[in-house]
């Protein structure tokens, strides 16, 4: 098994600026993902975080946008840039072991 | 048409009731089908997950697939108040990271 925390577990943040949220494993670990989580919307996966390489986006996640760092097995950040409020969200980071995927806690941002 | 479509409640039971969860799919590369719990401010955590078609039971939890109606299910016997969370079925076709995740159920167990 895998404890993921994040850190903030919360922000309320204004219009045009950026969040770097970070992501910590318990464990040394290859992959690691970031969704999205919209009230009343599936979890959406943002990008896959790779240790030693370039992050690989999904369709309509941009890096621009959604800067990604994974700088060793067991951390990794997610940044939210030039936030607008349809980025308010839950941000979830997750890590696998196996077949089962670990969730932290998420992020909870609220953009004004 | 969405990938993978759950009806997104809220279910609410009395407290022992047998409860049904469900979602259906479109894509028949699906092979790997999971169901998540999720808590009020907490990430989602896995509960169970089948292999292609079939039964799988795991005390009070049975999920079921049946892969020729596209088509899984989440049984809950005996239902208690701790029960009570969202529901997230999630499934891919064999990439680990490429989980497609229903929009989840709520259910709430009334004591």
Known sequence: SAVISQKPSRDICQRGTSLTIQCQVDSQVTMMFWYRQQPGQSLTLIATANQGSEATYESGFVIDKFPISRPNLTFSTLTVSNMSPEDSSIYLCSAPTGWEQFFGPGTRLTVL | ?111
């Open chain 2, 1 to 111: 048409q969405k990938e993978v479509e759950q009806d997104p409640g809220p279910l609410s039971v009395p407290e022992g009731a047998i409860v049904s969860l469900n979602c259906t799919y479109s894509n028949s590369a699906f092979q790997y089908f999971m169901w998540y719990r999720q808590y009020s401010r907490k990430g989602p955590e896995l509960l169970m997950y089948t292999y292609s078609s079939g039964n799988k039971e795991d005390g009070r939890f049975t999920a079921q697939v049946d892969k020729s109606s596209k088509y899984i299910s989440l049984f809950i016997r005996d239902s208690q108040p701790s029960d009570s969370a969202t529901y997230l079925c999630a499934m891919t076709g064999g990439s680990q990271g490429n989980l497609i995740f229903g929009k989840g159920t709520k259910l709430s167990v009334k004591p």
